[in-house]
């Protein structure tokens, strides 16, 4: 039996149980979806991480124009992005904070930050938001892959604390829009601990042993979140980049299965939600 045939078994029998788990969804509770996203559909990619049907993510891929190369059009239109973002800004009170995002699906401790958020898209664009930012939106249109979408505010002195990603069919995207004196002081900065091992003991302290990364204006970086990570503004000012989660890099195969799984979660209630939770009136 070809090593192609027999990764296609496996994923039939893995398709077949997303199937079910459809039905098994509908009647979850917030607690119970996040529990069989991060477990049940998350151990399946790990699996074929050990057996070498998947390649490992690294912590920054610092290439992604190679693999994402529409994502340039967002890092030219970055003095567009900007000037709308500083509109928005003139309403941070009204934003969304970001406990009311995802809730369901990340870790109670990182909402305790003052962090406020403006979706652009949540599975699917978030029209009314769009409108307050046409040619912003416009860009993100243009982008393939693409299933979130919005501007993460962090306030001054504030820490997000470690913790690990929820879904490992996604890898994250930040554009820096705002960051204080373009980091000149090193005061904003993201680590990720990518090692397997230290991620496997679920320790969060080990994130001391990840790569740092310090964003800056109008430049851009993906990182796979799903890995041990931390954030942090020491600035007296307010830090805003562009969040994205694209999907993830995958042969043809385990892709569709992807694919399937993310058809299935952004059609949850759940997510309904998220999307009338981010809008935002003027």
């Not at 962090?154 to 820490?159: A, E, G, I, S």
């Not at 995207?173 to 679920?202: F, M, Q, T």
């Not at 851009?220 to 799903?226: A, C, E, L, P």
Request: net charge neutral; charged share 25%.
């Amino acid at each position: 039996m070809t090593a192609t045939l027999v990764t296609l078994l496996i994923l039939g029998t893995f398709a077949a149980g997303v199937l079910y788990g459809v039905r098994r969804l509908s009647g979850m509770s917030s607690k119970q979806k996040k529990q069989f996203l991060k477990k049940t559909l998350n151990s399946v990619f790990i699996w074929l991480e050990d057996r070498n049907l998947l390649s490992r993510t690294p912590a920054f891929d610092h290439g992604y124009l190679r693999t994402y190369p529409d994502l340039k059009r967002l890092e030219d239109g970055y003095a567009v992005i900007r000037e709308e973002c500083l509109g928005l800004l003139e309403i941070k009170d009204k934003l969304t904070d970001m406990k009311e995002m995802g809730g369901s699906y990340t870790q109670a401790g990182i909402h305790t930050a003052k962090w406020k958020t403006f979706m652009f898209k949540s599975g699917e664009f978030v029209e009314p938001n769009c409108q307050l930012c046409p040619k912003t939106a416009e860009l993100l249109r243009g982008i393939p892959g693409v299933y979130t979408a919005f501007f993460s505010v962090l306030d001054p002195h504030q820490h997000v604390v470690p913790h690990w990603g929820y879904y490992k069919g996604f890898v994250r995207y930040h554009l820096g829009v705002l960051i204080p004196k373009n980091n000149e002081d090193h005061s904003c900065y993201l680590r990720v601990n990518g090692d397997p091992h230290d991620n496997a003991l679920r320790d969060p302290s080990l994130v001391e042993k990840g790569e740092v990364y310090y964003w800056h204006d109008g430049e851009g970086i993906v990182f796979d979140d799903n890995y041990l990570h931390e954030a942090e503004n020491r600035s007296d000012e307010v830090r805003v980049v562009m969040w994205i989660d694209l999907v993830r890099p995958m042969p043809f195969l385990i892709q569709a299965f992807n694919r399937l799984c993310l058809w299935v979660v952004h059609r949850d209630s759940s997510v309904k939600r998220i999307r009338e939770n981010a809008l935002v009136t003027p």
